[in-house]
């Protein structure tokens, strides 16, 4: 018999990972405008080896069984859309809540955490993710999940390689001091229901408010592969269907 041993510290991970206090909302409300004009569909919905983009994420996070509740965000509009694609692919969805989003990336959130306020606890820990980041690794997942156990907001985030200049004043940046900031971004109930009270402005992450709160809070911004790039315009599109339709360990 194959008798595998964990140290403590794993054995813990694994044990909190269990205890599944970890809530997704994965964002998919998008209208996706950028790439209105070189595909017919939203980008959430562009078929990737005849699987839409969406799921990419979702079933990387449904594997990891780290999730109590998955929180799909959608436009009304597109309800049966997600819903069909989700039997066709037989994806269970006991655990899947539909909320519908609004006009901006921060409306959809704010619906997701309102819905959150009476069901879950102010120590639980929500995840926010751009469906439009295709790839996100079972690895990468766990790694935040420790982080935001540590912590009490934590965002993903890019190292940047390339050469950083403030076009107006003609100067570079240390590069080595700066990072492109990435989702899955993660806090518990309780802080980012505060920055939903305090910031209800159009910040293009949760983040960006969370690091403006007052208080004595932990956080870390934790290095993720950028294979988790957001999917924005047609090159970025050919560049995910490329890397998926190579690398098996990608495909779903
Ligand atoms: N999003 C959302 N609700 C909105 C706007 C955006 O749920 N009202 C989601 C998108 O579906 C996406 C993520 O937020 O997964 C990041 O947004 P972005 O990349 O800007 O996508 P779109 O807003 O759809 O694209 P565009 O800005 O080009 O219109
Ligand atoms: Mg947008």
């Known amino acids: 018999m194959l008798v595998i ?21 994965l964002l998919l409300a998008g209208d996706g405008n950028r790439l209105k004009k070189d595909i017919d569909e939203k980008k959430q919905f562009h078929l990737i080896l005849n699987k839409p983009l969406f799921l990419y994420p979702l079933i990387s996070f449904i594997k990891s069984n780290a999730f109590k509740k998955y929180l799909l965000v ?46 879950a606890n102010d120590d639980d820990k929500i995840f926010i993710h751009d469906s439009a980041r295709a790839i996100i690794s079972i690895k990468t997942i766990y ?50 229901k505060k920055c939903y009270e305090k910031y209800d402005d159009k910040a293009t992450d949760d983040y960006s408010k969370a690091i403006k709160l007052e208080g004595n809070y932990k956080t870390d911004i934790v290095n993720i592969p950028s294979i988790s790039f957001k999917v924005t315009t047609i090159d970025d599109l050919i560049m995910l269907e490329s890397i998926i339709k190579n690398n098996k360990e990608y495909q779903i």
């Open 5 to 25: 041993k964990f140290d403590t510290d794993m054995l813990k991970f694994i044990d909190k990972c269990m205890k599944k206090d970890n809530y997704l909302v």
């Open 74 to 119: 959608i436009s009304k509009s597109d309800e049966e859309l997600v819903k069909k694609n989700l039997q066709d692919n037989r994806i269970d969805t006991k655990d899947i809540i539909f909320i519908y989003g609004g006009k901006t990336r921060n409306e959809s959130v704010k619906n997701a955490i309102s819905y959150l306020t009476d069901k």
């Open 143 to 192: 790694k935040l999940v420790d982080a935001i156990n540590k912590n009490d907001f934590i965002t993903s985030a890019f190292p940047i390689y390339d050469s950083i200049i403030l076009k107006d004043k003609l100067e570079y940046i240390n590069r080595d001091n700066c990072y492109r900031v990435s989702t899955p971004q993660a806090f518990s109930l309780d802080v980012i």
